[in-house]
């Protein structure tokens, strides 16, 4: 069973930033890819950065140039950096992880993080 454990969220003001991270319970090269996504309050979630086996990234068009997904292989772990943070980027976020089985894939999820952004 994949375990993905998520850290590092809280409250910040506009402007600030955090790191979030996600250590997985085996390799990240076992995995077709891994990323983030939030789920704002009263809304669906949805996908905000992600990170292929082969390390190409792709991120939400409200994230670019303020976000970056990145990893540690050796720490099987996933990090997403937010800078200058919005009041809109509250939310729960989560660490998603992609695994391949034959011709399907499924989805791994952590808890969530809570992401505060106010003054």
């Known amino acids: 069973q994949v375990q993905l454990v998520e850290s590092g969220g809280g409250l910040v003001q506009p402007g600030g930033s955090l790191r979030l991270s996600c250590a997985t319970s085996e390799s990240i090269f076992n995995f077709y890819g891994m990323g983030w996504y939030r789920q704002p309050p009263g809304k669906q979630r949805e996908s905000v950065a992600s990170?292929?086996?082969?390390?190409?990234?792709n991120y939400a068009e409200s994230v670019k140039g303020r976000f970056t997904i990145s990893r540690d292989n050796a720490k099987n772990t996933v990090y997403l950096q937010m800078n200058s943070l919005k009041p809109e980027d509250t939310a729960v976020y989560y660490c998603?992880?992609?695994?391949?089985?034959?011709?399907?894939?499924?989805?791994?999820w952590g808890q969530g993080t809570q992401v505060t952004v106010s003054s």
């Open positions: 990170i292929t086996r082969g390390g190409n990234t």
């Open positions: 998603n992880a992609k695994v391949v089985i034959g011709i399907s894939m499924y989805d791994y």
